[in-house]
């Protein structure tokens, strides 16, 4: 019998993938930013009608709008002047701003403050030091975004778009039903607690974040019809007490901080809780080996880049910090793509 040998294929392909990635990101981002999907959720137009409503040049017009094609964010009939463009269903669904499933928040800070800071990636891992605002300002990056209102609403809706998915799932997902109270730590726009609250109506769920957070949670609130049901509490975790609750959560919380602190609010978490109340951490959770979740890691290194000591975890890590300070049973929950819940029981 002929014996064959099987070789592994070699080719430089995913290197360049990877390598150029930024090629295809910077296209998406740029749409985004323009509002292109959002034109196009109301119906298809030609390329000289996009190029007049977006104030493009002609040059390198279809360029764009058929890399958006080929990258399969939009759809095409015809080609070059006789093309009509609209959404792909994913585009449509989180890209179209005026649907409560626009995810696009996070891509529009992606593209206004993340992208060029990412380019000083070698010094931050050379320093250690963020690579963002403080660079000339000085301050501390939540100081920074929450001292500018613009900044503020901006970073609200990102870790809304970044996170909705995920708060969706854990709402459905996780057993409520021996509960009646949740506290989301940070929780910003107050998404995850109405989501909550829509998916478990028996629960009485509060936001608690800073004072400049308030009025835009509030807001979210009242286009959720949710007003009179999800309370808006403001505070500093760092410096009160949390609010007392069955179920406290944090939703990409953690890995804005040193293990020092991730200690500290796991500990504060601690005490708000009852006996057999659950703290619920939802991150882009490492996987223990270190090597399949990539975007986990990268985010890790946006921490980097963002904070001065935060960064990502596994779940042996969450774990060991939660037993250290009281915790019991530990487990997490697959939420969307890289992301889990890390669930602490009292």
Avoid at 193 to 210: I, Y
């Amino acid at each position: 019998m002929e014996t064959k040998t099987l070789q592994t294929q070699v080719d430089p392909s995913k290197i360049m993938q990877v390598g150029t990635g930024f090629f295809a990101a910077k296209t998406l981002l740029t749409a985004v930013n323009m509002e292109l999907f959002t034109i196009l959720a109301k119906r298809e137009l030609s390329g000289k009608e996009i190029q007049s409503r977006l104030g493009l040049h002609s040059r390198s017009l279809y360029d764009f709008l058929d890399a958006l094609v080929a990258l399969g964010f939009l759809k095409r009939t015809g080609i070059k002047e006789t093309a009509l463009y609209s959404n792909d269903e994913d585009s449509d669904l989180f890209l179209d701003k005026n649907k409560p499933t626009y995810v696009g928040g996070i891509l529009e800070m992606a593209n206004n403050r993340l992208y060029p800071f990412w380019n000083d990636l070698e010094e931050g891992l050379k320093t250690g030091e963020p690579q963002n605002e403080t660079k000339s300002a000085g301050k501390p990056i939540f100081e920074e975004v929450y001292a500018d209102p613009k900044k503020l609403r901006e970073f609200v809706w990102a870790m809304a778009g970044v996170q909705m998915g995920n708060f969706i799932a854990f709402a459905k997902q996780f057993d409520f039903s021996d509960y009646k109270t949740l506290c989301d730590i940070g929780g910003a726009g107050g998404f995850l607690a109405a989501q909550v609250t829509l998916n478990n109506p028996h629960m009485q769920c509060t936001s608690f974040d800073l004072p400049p957070v308030e009025p835009i949670a509030k807001e979210n609130l009242r286009n959720m019809n949710l007003a009179e049901k999800v309370t808006v509490k403001s505070g500093d975790f760092f410096t009160d007490d949390f609010p007392k609750a069955d179920v406290i959560t944090m939703g990409n919380i953690l890995h804005d901080w040193g293990k020092k602190d991730k200690k500290m609010l796991i500990k504060k978490a601690y005490d708000a809780l009852p006996k057999g109340g659950s703290l619920v951490i939802i991150e882009n959770i490492i996987d223990d080996n270190r090597s399949e979740n990539a975007f986990g890691l990268l985010m890790s290194l946006n921490m980097l880049i963002e904070t001065s000591e935060g960064y990502d975890f596994t779940a042996a890590d969450f774990s060991e910090l939660a037993k250290e300070v009281g915790f019991g049973q530990i487990s997490t929950l697959p939420l969307t793509g890289p992301s889990s819940a890390a669930i602490a029981i009292k």
